[in-house]
């Protein structure tokens, strides 16, 4: 239904947003549904048995699960034996790490510019397998991983690349698909953390040319679940873990270990239902959010931004990190709480190698406001007003 999302309306459906808090510290996780809330309240209510059973609760709840499979996968254009439900995506990307198969003396390429959750299970790996690790990084302002920058490093020997599709400090949105082009000109697989960027646009896979994807439903408007694809030809590196009695056609069979949290799985076609045809309405009303703190932050000297200084929806998503000569991150924050309801936060939010030694930060690394559709263009002018009064 492309076209009818309405953002106004969209912010009823959030019964958390009736509360006073203002929430911006979305990046970190965002406000779920109210129909998803009810629809965990029904499963409890009426499917709360072990699925795979022949008896009637037992055979809905099972469909119900199933359900929720084929709706996260259609939701990012996969098919359903190349997703696997899980915890977190650190915890799929553990589980992927342990079970890929390379050969000793293989390089891998992993960012610096990366939330940790895609940087240790790689380095895990390549202890385990003994491969060589190539570090990746993009250094200031431009702190944008391209295939350019990528380029010096790949060779015939190197296997796998991770990188992050946007950094949940910079924000900055990195063209996956040109980046996958030249690793697979190289003969790697590519693997993307996709957490910063799915509740902002339309994950889409197979246009991403991606072998390895993975986010965290708990950030788009989801409960605590998180999704990793892998192509049916990726997944031909994997060594299932299943139990030997079990099969091992799909990811789910061969990475899921003992299946994934029933009530929030099933849950999932609700979210995929509410952000059908809504990612266009998104985008514009994002990139008016972010244009208001922008254009405040790029205003002043004495703030540097961290990313993109650009508003374009197509550059960047509302995560904005930021600091203050004469400040420091913690006390922005610690100000702000004293005299508002703003939720926002200051650290270096897992992205440490970034913050140390990329961007060069001391302990309490960025202040970081994240945004998403829900919130309004009133709270974002508010928080501009609040930042002026506590800056130096
Ligand atoms: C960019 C990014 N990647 C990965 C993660 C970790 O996600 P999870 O908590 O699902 O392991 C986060 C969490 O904040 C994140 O922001």
Redesign the pocket.
């Known amino acids: 239904m492309t076209g009818t999302f309405d953002i106004a309306t969209a912010r009823q459906r959030f019964p958390a947003l009736k509360e006073a808090q203002v929430y911006l510290d979305n ?2 996780g965002s406000q779920v549904l109210g129909d998803v809330i009810d629809s965990i309240t029904e499963y409890y209510t009426k499917n709360n048995v072990q699925l795979g059973a022949s008896y009637r609760v037992s055979q809905a709840s099972t469909s119900k699960y199933g359900e929720g499979y084929k709706a996260a996968a259609r939701y990012i254009n996969a098919s359903t034996d190349e997703i696997v439900l899980g ?5 799929l990307f553990v589980n992927l790490a342990g079970a890929l198969k390379f050969n000793e003396g293989d390089e891998i390429i992993i960012s610096k510019l ?2 940790e ?2 940087i240790d299970p790689w380095l895990l790996m390549a202890d385990r397998l003994k491969l060589k690790v190539k570090w990746w990084v993009s250094e200031k302002p431009e702190l944008k991983l391209t295939p350019e920058n990528l380029k010096p490093l790949l060779s015939p020997k190197v296997k796998f690349v991770a990188c ?1 599709h ?3 400090i910079l924000g900055t949105i990195h063209d996956v698909k040109a980046i996958a082009n030249v690793v697979h000109e190289a003969g790697a697989l590519f693997c993307v ?1 996709g ?2 960027f799915a509740p902002h646009r339309q994950v889409d896979v197979k246009a991403f040319g991606v072998d390895f994807y993975a986010f ?1 439903w ?2 788009v408007y989801a409960p605590h679940l ?1 999704i990793l694809y892998a192509s049916t030809s990726a997944q031909e590196y994997i060594k299932p873990y299943a139990h030997y009695f079990n099969p091992t056609k799909t990811l789910e069979d061969k990475i899921g270990l003992a299946g994934s949290n029933y009530e929030c799985s099933q849950s999932l076609p609700v979210v995929v239902s509410y952000l059908d045809g809504a990612f266009d309405a998104i985008g514009e009303h994002e990139e008016k959010l972010q244009k208001i703190l922008l254009d405040f932050l790029n205003s002043r000297n004495d703030v540097i931004i961290y990313g993109s200084t650009s508003s374009d929806s197509t550059v960047r998503v509302p995560t904005i990190s930021f600091t203050v000569d004469g400040t420091n991150s913690r006390k922005i924050v610690e100000e702000a709480e004293k005299i508002s309801n703003f939720g926002f936060r200051w650290g270096h ?3 440490k190698r970034l913050c140390d030694e990329v961007l060069g930060l001391g302990p309490e690394g960025v202040t970081r406001v994240s945004m998403v559709h829900y919130n309004t263009e009133e709270e974002i002018h508010s928080l501009v007003e609040l930042l002026k009064k506590i800056l130096p």
């Open positions: 990046a970190g915890a977190s995506t650190t915890q990366d939330h959750t895609n992050t946007v950094s949940n953390d957490v910063s965290s708990y950030k998180a939010f897992y992205s």
